[in-house]
């Protein structure tokens, strides 16, 4: 029940926010998300302009639309790196588009696969997917089609034998039809675009995308060279986080490719330029375009201008009556918002769907019994890379079309998922490298609409909001304690004093005593709070580099961890089944499983 004035003090913050980041004349250009020309003075073709704006409503392109069609269409490598829901998916898709559609003689499926946009995720594939659908709608003769893990083989080698034009896909599949799939035809591939390149490699599918660079002939030999003959290859890379990782694959995939939002000095002579012609982009500036993504994209990523990114100062073991307090506070805000919350693991969305979905409450415990309700009124949905495949697309799906709801996953969806009308992110386990904060807060505030971000920190764990600060984004704090009040207890508001800690703020003590009741009266919730408590310590152990400094196990308390899954037993009972399973890991490892053990963790926490 958040309150007039808890309203207030958002407003009030979202001003202070406003103040601070009124854009003066320079950043205007940075804050723009549309460019002031048209699709047709880019260079397309009509009938796909006409279909830009009937069917999905475009207008005008965005900036990088506007900066990377032409020269997309001029037919230079590219890498194009631009904030998230920029539009970077239209930018790629409607130059090939265009030249598919504009062959003297048709296209036919016979000719087999002309494009191959490779993907990290299942859901990223059908999304791109569904948006090529759209745009081929009036081009009936070229083809559009999936591949991706989970999906039946079976069926995708009857669709790649009978032809399909351009091509989505997740690269382990990909590769198992290049390698098994004899009547997959691709000798006329013309395009390969590595849309999220970096997470592409991040998930570890570095080798695979070797493997499918040799068997599309398309590998580079040395800078200037690729192997193939024949047919002229062009080849795309995309993300918000084009960082030094992908070097590697930029030097193998593109041949004296055009940088696109990576020197921010170019990027803003090109948005002057707006509506470049394809002949006016390339050979003259070669030296403008380096290979190698210039060290100044590096440090600072760039996320939305209009985007409120906060944070708050949890104690460990107020963490989850906080999650809790937070999200009834944000639905009652504004009921009809989606809002999605990023944990570290499977286990740990499991418990918290759970939870969330059968949690009752009574605000008034006086009446108890008749007048508990669920403690979060909205729809709830869950997303991980442990789910069938079909409640993932279901889940996918729904959320999508869904007014009002919340959703709980993995980073499964911090990568290029476009869920319409979500208003917040919050990101309860904290995401560790700066580029998955990036793209986690990008499922909001996408192509210049409103949005805002939480980030939950415990104490400990302060000193990451400077390593974000090291990459251009800077957080300010969200006051918690202001939350609390604003709920009344006991049928009436707080009268508390005004500087009480947060773990003994009288709504956190009983929200606490409520939630661990209730799992200790539910064996399976029990359960499932126990498998969470333990893979999240293991997700909390596997941070690397710099950040193995600032989240520390050993500056946790097990107790309070346990504590954050509702679960009263002391940390040694827990512990033990920790202790247990880390036993029992260890004889695995000596039985010569490791690497592949190794694999299907990394799989469970990267591509969870
Ligand atoms: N020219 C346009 N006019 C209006 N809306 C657009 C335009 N181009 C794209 N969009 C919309 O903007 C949203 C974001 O687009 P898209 O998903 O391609 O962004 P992105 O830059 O790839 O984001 P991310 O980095 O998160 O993957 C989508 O809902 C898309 O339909």
């Not at 570890?204 to 290859?233: A, C, P, Q, W």
């Not at 070097?247 to 090109?270: F, M, Q, Y």
Request: hydrophobic content about 35%.
């Amino acid at each position: 029940m958040a309150t007039k004035k808890s309203d207030k003090l958002y407003k009030e913050l979202k001003n202070e926010k406003n103040k601070k980041d009124a854009p003066t004349n320079d950043e205007s250009v940075e804050g723009k998300i549309f460019a002031s020309c048209s699709f047709s003075s880019l260079g397309l073709h009509p009938t796909l302009c006409d279909q830009l704006r009937e069917r999905m409503g475009f207008e005008v392109p965005t900036l990088v639309q506007a900066q990377a069609i032409p020269v997309i269409l001029s037919g230079r490598h590219v890498l194009v790196n631009a904030a998230t829901g920029t539009g970077k998916t239209v930018a790629y898709l409607a130059p090939i588009i265009h030249h598919l559609q504009n062959y003297d003689h048709r296209i036919e499926r016979s000719d087999g696969t002309f494009a191959l946009v490779l993907v990290p995720t299942r859901e990223l594939c059908l999304q791109v997917y569904e948006i090529l659908q759209k745009l081929l709608h009036r081009f009936h003769w070229i083809v559009p089609g999936y591949v991706m893990g989970g999906e039946n083989r079976s069926k995708e080698k009857a669709r790649l034998r009978k032809g399909i034009s351009v091509l989505v896909a997740t690269p382990g599949r990909l590769l198992d039809h290049l390698k098994n799939t004899s009547s997959f035809i691709y000798s006329k591939l013309r395009w390969i675009i590595f849309d999220e390149a970096d997470r592409i490699l991040e998930l570890g599918f570095g080798k695979e995308i070797e493997e499918i660079l040799d068997h599309l002939d398309t590998r580079t030999t040395n800078d200037t060279m690729t192997k193939h003959s024949g047919v002229s290859r062009q080849n795309l890379l995309l993300s918000a986080t084009l960082n030094e990782k992908v070097n590697h694959l930029a030097k193998i995939s593109l041949e004296n490719p055009v940088t696109i939002g990576l020197d921010d000095k170019t990027a803003e002579k090109k948005s002057k330029i707006e509506s470049l012609s394809p002949s006016e982009s390339d050979e003259d500036n070669e030296d403008q375009y380096p290979s190698k993504i210039p060290s100044s994209s590096i440090g600072d990523y760039k996320v939305p201008t209009q985007l409120i990114q906060r944070y708050v100062k949890v104690p460990c073991g107020s963490r989850l009556p906080a999650l809790l307090s937070i999200l009834k506070y944000l639905f009652e805000r504004e009921p009809s918002q989606k809002i999605v919350v990023f944990f570290s693991t499977c286990d740990a969305v499991d418990f918290h769907y759970s939870l969330l979905s059968e949690f009752e409450f009574s605000f008034h415990p006086q009446t108890e019994a008749e007048n508990k309700q669920m403690f979060l009124g909205c729809k709830i949905f869950r997303l991980h890379g442990n789910m069938q495949q079909e409640d993932r697309r279901t889940t996918f799906q729904s959320f999508k079309t869904e007014k009002a709801a919340l959703l709980l996953s993995t980073d499964v969806a911090a990568r290029g998922l476009d869920f319409p009308n979500v208003r917040c992110i919050v990101q309860y386990d904290s995401p560790g490298e700066a580029t998955e904060y990036v793209h986690r807060v990008g499922r909001t505030a996408r192509i210049g609409e409103r949005g805002e971000s939480l980030l939950f920190l415990q104490p400990v764990e302060i000193d990451y909001l400077q390593d974000l600060e090291k990459h251009g984004v800077s957080l300010t704090e969200l006051p918690l304690l202001s939350v609390f009040d604003s709920f009344p207890l006991y049928g009436q508001k707080n009268h508390i004093k005004k500087f009480v800690a947060i773990e003994s703020h009288p709504w956190v003590l009983c929200l606490q005593k409520a939630l661990e009741s209730f799992i200790m009266s539910k064996p399976k919730m029990d359960k499932s709070a126990k498998t969470g408590f333990c893979s999240w310590v293991r997700a909390y152990t596997a941070h690397r580099g710099e950040l193995k400094k600032i989240f520390m196990i050993k500056k946790l308390h097990l107790g309070h961890v346990a504590k954050s899954f509702a679960l009263k037993q002391q940390p040694s009972l827990v512990g033990k089944s920790y202790g247990k399973q880390t036993k029992k890991r260890k004889r695995f490892h000596k039985q010569g499983e490791i690497s592949k053990r190794r694999k299907v963790s990394s799989v469970t926490k990267c591509r969870p």
